[in-house]
Nanobody, 116 residues
Framework: VQLVESGGGLVQSGGSLRLSCAAS????????MSWYRQTPGKEREFVAA????????NYANSAKGRFTITTDNAKNTVYLEMNNLKPEDTGVYYC??????????WGQGTQVTVSS
């Protein structure tokens, strides 16, 4: 299983970014795909999740109304569209994949920095 995130960067407060996570090595359609983020000194926190059949869709309260998670099953890719970014959204964003209650796989992360 391999997950490769991209799309992070530096953006001003109020701006937008679109993160991508390219997945390989597993049957994409059988997994729940999620985004998490982490800042130094803090635990990794949940941002958004969805099953690739669209049956589950969930967001952290901090992400509701501003972030959108989508998947492109043909490309085995999950996206996180982030709008109206705030400085507190700064962190390393990780993509994860999990099938049922099985092992969780993680990508290497992509840095998002929001300046005030």
């Amino acid at each position: 299983v391999q997950l490769v995130e991209s799309g992070g960067g530096l953006v001003q407060s109020g701006g937008s970014l679109r993160l991508s996570c390219a997945a390989s090595g597993f049957t994409f359609s059988s997994y729940q795909m999620s985004w998490y983020r982490q800042t130094p000194g803090k635990e990794r926190e949940f941002v958004a999740a969805m099953t690739t059949d669209g049956g589950l869709l969930n967001y952290a309260n901090s992400a509701k109304g501003r972030f959108t998670i989508t998947t492109d099953n043909a490309k085995n890719t999950v996206y996180l569209e982030m709008n109206n970014l705030k400085p507190e959204d700064t962190g390393v964003y990780y993509c994860s994949a999990r099938r049922g209650l099985g092992q969780i796989y993680w990508g290497q992360g992509t840095q998002v920095t929001v300046s005030s």
